[in-house]
């Protein structure tokens, strides 16, 4: 066998968003024939990546040719255009429409400048069968179909618009096991009709058992690519591994186990598919980490907890007794005392127009008021020493929050509710996009917060930050704790084997060995 | 005290954006322009006059206004204001004490169809454009019933009259001081209160509102309430300035108490504006009106400048941010 | 599932529309005291077409989760065009036909220009251009007057072959002639798309401005349409402020009732029509039951109310509270 020319090639690509570089000098090449996985842990880059080659987002430097020619896409359109399509996690189907309809949505059949139904119903029932999903009935409506058969719709809406190049990025990850192995089916049959498939997916003998080959991604660069089945699970975790040590962690304190009840304790707690029986403590003075790969029910974990979802089974206990949360007024009263730095400071966590001080203030409003006239007094001085305590560097408090910088602004996110005096504190993510210094500045406090007697879950995508700042981590995988790490235990390669659902005894063996 | 005062003087300056200096501009340029057409633009009894004509609008935005900065519409405002002016005259009827209730009872009235309204909106999601139409419909349907679908012949009571058009103080009318109370009130609500902060938050952004444990839901159900009695009470007012309430007196309310507030610079899709604007914008409007009829200008003409108006300012100030 | 059972589906709220229609003109005619006659339903068919039309313009504009307030008052301002140019030789009678439609569709395509480019909210725009529109009403009409071409109007509100009645045969030409190809078209589905989801709309190449501005421009058209016919059952123009709004918001109530979703995307101008003739129908069982008419607004407000409120039980199947906030 001839060693073919790449189809697509990617030379030196990068793409900075703000200060933060997603990827950096990126390479990477495709070969018709090939199914090729990418691997590498969150915010390796992998998802910039495609959405550069989908032409979602245009890369800041770099060169990418499709058949040794020169190639740049505007809009995804133009991608799709230049046989480029990508099925993207978040869906882009149309709720209202049919199965068939939403396969043909970028470019129906028509005649005399009405769409085709018939041809519209062949090329759906075609795609369908390619996609190995003829189970779904063309007319049936999207939003009537389960996740999984949605998912198989959106496969057959690439396949219709008869890509050279197909990007699945965790494309299986809603699908049940009967639909994977069908799926798989499909896409290997697409790679022996000559197509170059890019396949992202964590599932470790998902890429086992379908790549030609494989490239490792790690702070946005490419570290390896290699033959599938060449390396060990363990090899691939090893170059997964090695992400930049820059932050210095405080102290963890070694305290002796106490024997006061948690403050806060899960027991079994489950939402729809999302969460299943979750039970953990988190007792005064603790950091517990969430780990995981994102989107693995952590942030579902956080909202339940604060009282945001409905129809939770499981209980939920503070102190030792079980309470009902059912909104975010009854988790931050004081009975309970909870605060969540959601997810997204911008829509969830700030009024970006309004100012310093009404941000500051708004979820304390109780506090520094009475009977529901604001004292402007104590507001100020509150406000003072939150500004104070954090270091919110900040032209005055009459200034739009918006107008800060993003670290700014996630510490106000943070003061806002330090405010309140929670005694239990749920952090979502809140270093995201955030500079060095500030990142610094809030594992410190996050520190000095426990050591005064917080209980404090912190979910994180920097593994990193894990590893520095928690006693203990839970590690998620499809909703469920799959592994509780302690103390020491807390390494950046059981972090990863675990989120990855790879069998730790082995990995440790193999660690052991080498 | 020097901090006190920096920390100020900022707040005072941001007071003042363009949409509200714009709109105080613009009434200079009309009393300008009235003054051109007539000379007694200028003279005291007429600025007096305008004013006490503004106040029933004044009185009426200001609860538009507060259901605006939530990024929400009451659209109930014409029969709200109808209802009002028609049950507060209805009861006054009943002796003694129905002159007494009359001005309470219509406002209730109000309040009643707004905590309509604000169920529907809060905790049934329904679109607010939507519920308030449809309860304008049923105030509609009530009054129709009620007056058998002629003019009432019930008379406003005496403390309507005197509210409306009396002078405690002289020189002032009652209906200026009334305006007075409500927008002192307004401001109070909205820049002293924990509830003043959590209309600005949920207008900005209802899910962070929500999620720093804000019950947004009564929140809006009880802006809502306000609405609709301060609607009704303008009604009242109205009633008592022309002794009788008549069929769709409300109708002519609906359009330029949105523009008030709207021009005034208070954006329609929620938390930004401040009384202050909604203040000029309801001038600009008086005086846009008044200007119109002293140049005789005809209905079809005024309607039309409204709309253009409208229009003009909103692609000005009031358009959407670009998503991507 | 077979074929049919989705189509079923998919129509369930237009099916629904012409089911309460239909049993509701049933108890209507039972009840009337000329009975199920020609009359009767030429009669019924006159009143409810001029919602119908309303009602279809509003829906279209409906399935690409906007709102047009000033639908009524576009209503209204062709029909006071009408009563103008609507007259003399068969000629101009046509031309003036054909002015008062572009006068439409121009009104129509104004509130697009400014939803889609000046990037107003639609509700906010159209209240405000339907203010102009009705000015513009009043200057062409201070006092109701005017006149139309009466063969036509004769022609246009009396019966074909003494059966139909011509009114419902034209609301089913302007059906095959506008909204058929329309819902047929890549502009009519990309509408529907942009209602349902403009995000996934914009991820899947959806001309979503073209598909606005079609829907907007076509609204006003069929208004005018209405606006025509009302002309030719009164042979005036009259620019009434309370009955353009009236049309306004019986149109939003007609399409709720016709199984068109509000938040966009779903149902259809047919449901819309029955929709009317439903509400229609309602409002006027009272006559026949021999009610007081002073009790049709409160019934049909209340109806209104009804029909809103239904929409929000979806609410309840909600399992994230943050999705109460869209």
Known sequence: MTEAAPLFCMEGVSKRYGGVRAIEKADLDVTAGRIHAILGENGAGKSTLIKIMAGVVAPDEGRMALDGRAATFASPAAANQA?????????SLIPDLSVADNIVISNPPTRFGMIDRGAQRRIAEEALARAGASDIHPLALVKDLPLSRRQMVEIAKALARNPRILILDEATSALTAADVSKVFIVLKRLRAEGLALLYISHRMHEIAELADECSVFRNGQKVATYAAGSKSDNEVVELMIGREYSHVFPPKPTRPKSETPPVLETRKLSWTERLRDISFSVRAGEIVGLGGLDGQGQRDLLLALFGVLRGCSGEILI????VSIASPAAAKSKKIGMALIPEDRKTEGLMLPMTVRDNLSFAALDRVSHGGIVDREAERRLI???????????AGIDIAVGALSGGNQQKVVIAKWLMNQPRIILLNDPTRGIDVGTKQELYQLLRKLADAGAAIVFYSTDYDELIGCCDRVLVLYDGAVKRELVGPEITERALIASALNIDMAEVGRAAVTA | ?????????????????????????????LLLVGSMYSRNFLSPEYLLQQLKVASFLGIIASGMMLVILLGQIDLSLPWVVTVGAMMSSAVAGYGELGSLLSVPFGILCGIAIGLINGVGVAYLRIPSMIITLATNAVAQGLMVVYTGGFSPRDNASAAMRYLATGEAIPHVPNAVICWLVVGAGTVFLLTRTTFGRSIYGIGNRERAAY????????????????????????????????SKAAQSMGDAYLLPAIAAVV??????????GSYLGTVAGVMLVTLLLSILSVMQMPEFGRQIIYGVVIIGMLLLYGRERIQR | MKDWRFWLAEQRGTLLAVGIFVMMFIIYSSNHPAGFSPNVVQTAANKGVLLAFVAMAQALVVITAGIDLSVGMIFTLTNCLASWVVVGSPLQVAMGVIVVLGVGSLCGAINGAIVIYGRLQPIVATIATGAVYFGIALALRPTPGGGVDETLADAMTGRVFGVVPASLV??????????????????GRAAYATGSSEAAAYMSGVPIRRAKMAAYTLSGLLASIGGLFLTFFTYTGDAAYASGNAYTLFSIAAVVLGGVSLFGGKGSAIGAIFGALAFRTIGDLLFVFDFDPLWQPLFQGVVLLLAVSLGAFGLFRVRNRLDWFG
């Not at chain 2, 021009?263 to 930004?272: A, F, P, V, Y």
């Not at chain 3, 089913?172 to 002639?177: L, R």
């Open chain 1, 319 to 322: 102190d030792g007794k079980a």
């Open chain 2, 263 to 272: 021009l005034g610079g208070t954006s329609i899709l929620g938390g930004r």
């Open chain 1, 384 to 394: 003072d020493d939150m500004i104070k305590l954090l270091g919110i560097r900040t």
């Open chain 2, 211 to 242: 999620l720093s444990g804000i019950d947004t839901r009564r929140v809006v159900m009880t802006v809502f309430a306000i609405s609709g009695g301060l609607a009704a009470f303008g009604g009242v007012l109205l009633a008592g300035y022309a």
């Open chain 2, 1 to 29: 005290m020097s901090d006190l005062s920096t920390t100020r003087m900022p707040a005072f300056m941001r007071r003042l954006d363009p949409a509200v200096t714009t709109a105080f501009v613009c009434i200079l340029v």
């Open chain 1, 83 to 91: 046989g480029i399509v990508c099925i993207f996690q978040e869906l």
């Open chain 3, 170 to 187: 034209v609301l089913a030409a302007v059906v095959a002639v506008v909204w058929v190809p329309f819902s047929r078209s890549v502009t």
